[in-house]
C-alpha cells in the first residue's frame, strides 16, 4: 500500500528510507509487523510514563467507552470531567482552581495564552497582551504556542508570522548571578506594563536539546512576576506526573504557578487530553453578571472528553498506588551513576541529567555521526530519537533496573564503536 501519511518531523529521506510499522506495545517495548521489539526510550514522544498496555488504563478506557463516549462540557457536565477537574486542584499547591480541558498539548497552551490575555482584558488593563517566553523555548506548534517559544531548528518558516515580542534569554550563570536570572529580571521588569504573562517550561528546554536550568532561577522568575504584575504560566505538558523526580517540575521550585498546562502523561499518553488549571483569582474575573461579558468563548470539540477523562482518572490513581513520582526519583540516580563513564567517551561534550531525563550532548564535530548511531541503536532494538548532536534517555518510569542498566550500556557501547 503507497503511504499516504503527511508524516509529523519527518523528512522525506526518511519516509524514502522506511521504517518499521509498529502494531502492539506493552510495558516498555513496541513490536513491529514483523514481531521486532524496539525499547521505546522517547516514551512515544514523552507521554507514555507508564509504558504500553498497563491494563488498568486500557480497562478504565474500555469501561468507559461501553457507557459514554462523547459529550460536550459547553453548557453540560458528567462524573469523569467534574472528578478530573476537583483531582488535578487537588494535586496544586493551592487548590482554589478551575481546569479548562483541551486535546493536545498546544491547544491547553493555546487557552493558557489566551486566558492571560483575556484576564487583562477583564480588569480593564487591554494594553497587556504580550506573552513571552524563552528563548528557544518550545509549547507546541500551533501559531500562538510558536510565539511564545520558537525553536530556530524548527520554526524558521513562520518567523513573519508569529507574536514577536521579547524573549527571557536562556539563564546562564555567572559569579554575580548564580542563577543567571539578572537578563531575564530586565526582560520583565522593562515590559512589564505590556506584558499579559511569561510562559516557561520548568527547569528543562526539552524540544531545544534538553537544556536544564536551575530551580532557583524559577523560583526568582515567579517572584519577579508577582512583583511586577505579570502572571505566570507553567507548562509541564512534557514534565509533569513525575518526569523530574517530583510530581510536577515546578515542585522543585516550591512555587504556586498562576497556571498549569499539563498533557501527555495526564493520560499516561492513551488519548489526546490536555488542561490548563487556572487559579480562582483568574478564573473569577471570567464572568458575565458585571458591566461587560468576560465569558470565555473559546473550546475544543473533544475538551473535557469522557473517554480521556477516565485514562487520566485510572493514570493518576496508578501514579499513587505504585509510587511512581518516587520510583522515578531513585531511577534517576542509579541512571545518573551508570550513565557517567559516557563522559569519558571522546565524541561527548557533557552528560547532563534531570530526573529520568539523562541526556549525552555529543561535541559540535560528531554531527554527522548522528544519524549511525541512531540507525545502530535502531537495530539493536533501541527507539531513539535525538535532538541535533544530543542523545537522551526518557523511557517510560516503569522501565525496571535491569531494563535501563541494558539500555544505557547499549548507548555507551554503541558510541564507543563510533567515536
Ligand atoms: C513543553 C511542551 N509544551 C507543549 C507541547 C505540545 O504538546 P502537543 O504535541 O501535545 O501539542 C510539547 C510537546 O512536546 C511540549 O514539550
Not at 478551575?98 to 480593564?124: P, R
Not at 533496573?401 to 567515536?419: I, K, N, S
Request: glycine share 8%; net charge negative.
Amino acid at each position: 500500500m503507497k503511504n499516504k501519511i503527511f508524516h509529523p518531523y519527518t523528512t522525506f529521506s526518511a519516509i524514502e528510507k522506511g521504517f518499521p510499522n509498529m502494531v502492539r506495545g506493552e510495558g516498555i517495548y513496541l513490536f513491529d509487523d514483523q514481531g521486532k521489539q524496539y525499547v521505546d526510550m522517547v516514551s512515544s514522544w514523552w507521554a507514555c510514563a507508564l509504558g504500553h498496555g498497563h491494563p488498568k488504563v486500557v480497562k478504565a478506557i474500555q469501561e468507559q467507552a461501553s457507557i459514554l463516549q462523547h459529550s460536550i462540557t459547553g453548557c453540560l457536565t458528567h462524573p469523569n470531567v467534574l472528578a478530573l477537574a476537583d483531582r488535578l486542584a487537588k494535586l496544586m499547591p493551592t487548590p482554589e482552581r478551575h481546569t479548562l480541558f483541551a486535546s493536545d498539548g498546544c491547544s491547553a497552551v493555546e487557552a493558557a495564552l489566551k486566558i492571560t490575555i483575556q484576564y487583562w482584558y477583564n480588569l480593564d488593563r487591554p494594553e497587556k497582551t504580550w506573552v513571552i517566553g524563552m528563548d528557544q523555548g518550545y509549547h507546541g506548534d500551533s501559531l500562538g504556542a510558536l510565539g511564545a517559544g520558537f525553536v530556530d531548528g524548527f520554526h524558521k518558516p513562520f518567523e513573519q508570522v508569529v507574536m514577536h515580542h521579547a524573549k527571557l534569554p536562556f539563564p546562564l550563570p555567572t559569579a554575580d548571578d548564580p542563577d543567571g536570572f539578572l537578563p531575564s529580571k530586565q526582560v520583565i521588569e522593562e515590559h512589564a506594563d505590556k506584558l499579559a504573562a511569561v510562559i516557561v517550561e520548568p527547569l528543562c528546554l526539552g524540544s531545544a536539546g534538553m537544556k536544564i536550568y536551575s530551580a532557583d532561577y524559577l523560583k526568582e522568575l515567579a517572584d519577579c512576576c508577582a512583583e511586577n504584575e505579570v502572571l505566570l504560566i507553567i507548562d509541564e505538558v512534557a514534565m509533569g506526573f513525575g518526569r523530574t523526580g517530583q510530581r510536577f517540575a515546578f515542585n522543585h521550585a516550591g512555587i504556586d504557578p498562576d497556571l498549569v498546562t499539563v498533557g501527555k502523561a495526564l493520560t499516561a499518553g492513551y488519548m489526546p487530553m490536555s488542561a490548563c488549571i487556572v487559579k480562582d483569582k483568574i478564573y473569577d474575573t471570567f464572568s458575565d453578571t458585571g458591566e461587560k461579558d468576560c465569558t470565555f468563548y473559546h473550546g475544543n470539540t473533544y475538551a473535557g472528553h469522557p473517554i480521556g477523562c477516565a485514562a487520566a482518572l485510572a493514570a493518576l490513581d496508578i501514579y499513587e498506588a505504585e509510587d511512581t513520582v518516587e520510583r522515578a526519583a531513585e531511577m534517576a540516580e542509579k541512571m545518573k551513576h551508570w550513565m557517567q563513564p559516557m563522559a569519558e567517551i571522546g565524541c561527548v561534550k557533557e552528560l547532563r541529567f534531570l530526573g529520568m531525563i539523562g541526556v549525552v550532548e555529543l561535541k559540535p564535530e560528531a554531527k554527522p555521526l548522528v544519524a549511525q548511531i541512531k540507525q545502530a541503536l535502531f537495530e539493536q532494538g533501541y527507539l531513539f530519537r535525538p535532538l541535533g548532536n544530543v542523545f537522551y534517555l526518557m523511557p517510560p518510569l516503569i522501565i525496571t533496573d535491569d531494563e535501563l542498566r541494558a539500555a544505557v550500556y547499549a548507548l555507551q557501547q554503541t558510541l564507543e564503536e563510533f567515536c
